[in-house]
T-cell receptor, first 114, second 112 residues
């Protein structure tokens, strides 16, 4: 079975631009979460979506937004990019929305903001 | 502030020796605890989790973790390390939908 897939793999943007990152969950998984991993740090939780609705949100500014589609895939949008947004963005899917559900991570999208 | 701590940035161990990667948490309630491993330029791979029950949890690739509620710890262990175990290990805790805390990671180096 295919795992979590993310696109693109790498992305270079300039300050002030907008970016959209995409994620396809494992088949049958209904929940998708997004994380930001800055170099040398652990992942920071951004959002969790379940059945197209936001179920959890971390401490990120409103420049960050996301949505989930009927096929459970998801997009993460970041507006007005800052240099500090440079990071590896990870998507994770889980079967359901229960707290104990294991999250399975994709390979990530490496975003560089110049 | 609620957090997960991995006190060692790096752990060095010889192949064949037992390994321990430490994790302590400061999260309210009864959090669910997880260990993940990250190889270079890869996403995180799930190793094991503690939900409830037996304090010793067995996971993938021969890893296990010991939950200690009184010490709020969840240390990752393996009886015999392999060179291929060399990677970055993350401990995580979760207790509600808005809070999924990861530690800063511990780099494990297993030398032949």
């Amino acid at each position: 079975d295919a795992g979590v897939t993310q696109s693109p793999t790498h992305l270079i943007k300039t300050r002030g631009q907008h970016v959209t990152l995409r994620c396809s969950p494992i088949s049958g998984h209904k929940s998708v979460s997004w994380y930001q991993q800055v170099l040398g740090q652990g992942p920071q939780f951004i959002f969790q979506y379940y059945e197209k609705e936001e179920r959890g949100r971390g401490n990120f500014p409103d420049r960050f937004s996301a949505r989930q589609f009927p096929n459970y895939s998801s997009e993460l949008n970041v507006n007005a990019l800052l240099l500090g947004d440079s990071a590896l963005y990870l998507c994770a899917s889980s079967l359901d929305r229960d707290l104990e559900d294991t999250q399975y991570f994709g390979p990530g999208t490496r975003l560089t903001v110049l | 502030a609620q957090s997960v701590a991995q006190p060692e940035d790096q752990v060095n161990v010889a192949e064949g020796n037992p390994l321990t990667v430490k994790c302590t948490y400061s999260v309210s309630g009864n959090p669910y605890l997880f260990w993940y491993v990250q190889y270079p330029n890869r996403g995180l791979q799930f190793l094991l989790k503690y939900i409830t029950g037996d304090n010793l949890v067995k996971g993938s690739y021969g890893f296990e973790a010991e939950f200690n509620k009184s010490q709020t710890s969840f240390h990752l262990k393996k009886p015999s390390a392999l060179v291929s175990d060399s990677a970055l290990y993350f401990c995580a805790a979760r207790h509600n939908f808005n809070k999924f805390y990861f530690g800063s990671g511990t780099k494990l180096n297993v030398k032949p």
